[in-house]
């Protein structure tokens, strides 16, 4: 068994006892703090998967604006944008979007965008799941200006989907939705596709 003293001095030395660096050891984080630019070999034990389980086409309407100064508490908030529909489909699971949630983006000061969508879903065997999806913009690339990488939280009853509850999950927001997908029915409407991955 190693002695706390043992795990002390791996911890000072950064290598561990079959003589491998040992990943946020003492020594990397003295090189952080020195400043020295030394390339980070980091090599995780247990890296995570993703899997694909379900795709949600989510209908809004125009965006409705908060106020002619939209400065909040916790930054600036420009508009809400409602959900009034929309479609989903999955690993065991389908149904509708449930109108009546909302998108309530918000710059912070430092220029960083929060997203905050919260909603719900009615699966087609009449079971409904709250969804609340955070998370950031990122810069866009492949022809896209923005992108999004969200955290979606999933409250679902016993039963058959309680799996949602089970798991970590990470989405993508993709816009505008591919053509064979969108559900918008006027101008006046618009869709997001949300693709959410189990993280195994």
Not at 34 to 48: C, F
Not at 58 to 83: F, H, Q, Y
Not at 145 to 155: D, G, H, S
Request: proline fraction near 7%; hydrophobic fraction near 40%.
């Amino acid at each position: 068994m190693t002695s706390r003293r043992d795990f002390l001095g791996v911890l000072a030395t950064g290598v561990a006892a079959a003589g491998t660096p040992l990943v946020g050891s003492a020594s990397a984080t003295a090189t952080a703090v020195t400043g020295a630019a030394k390339p980070w070999a980091g090599r995780g034990l247990d890296v995570p998967g993703l899997e694909l389980v379900m795709q949600l086409v989510v209908t809004c309407s125009a965006p409705e604006r908060m106020g002619p100064t939209a400065n909040s508490k916790d930054g600036l908030r420009e508009d809400v944008w409602p959900i009034v529909g929309g479609r989903f489909v999955g690993r065991n699971i389908s149904g509708v979007v449930i109108p009546g949630g909302g998108d309530f983006p918000m710059v912070r000061p430092d220029g960083v965008t929060i997203i905050d969508a919260l909603y719900r879903l009615r699966t087609d065997d009449g079971v409904t799941i709250i969804i609340h999806n955070k998370g950031l913009e990122y810069a866009g690339n492949e022809g896209h200006t923005e992108r999004y990488r969200l955290v979606p939280e999933f409250t679902a009853p016993v039963g058959k989907h309680d799996w949602l509850n089970r798991s970590v999950f990470l989405s993508t927001l993709v816009y505008p939705v591919p053509a064979a997908m969108a559900l918008a029915r006027s101008p006046a409407e618009n869709d997001r596709l949300i693709e959410v991955y189990r993280v195994t």
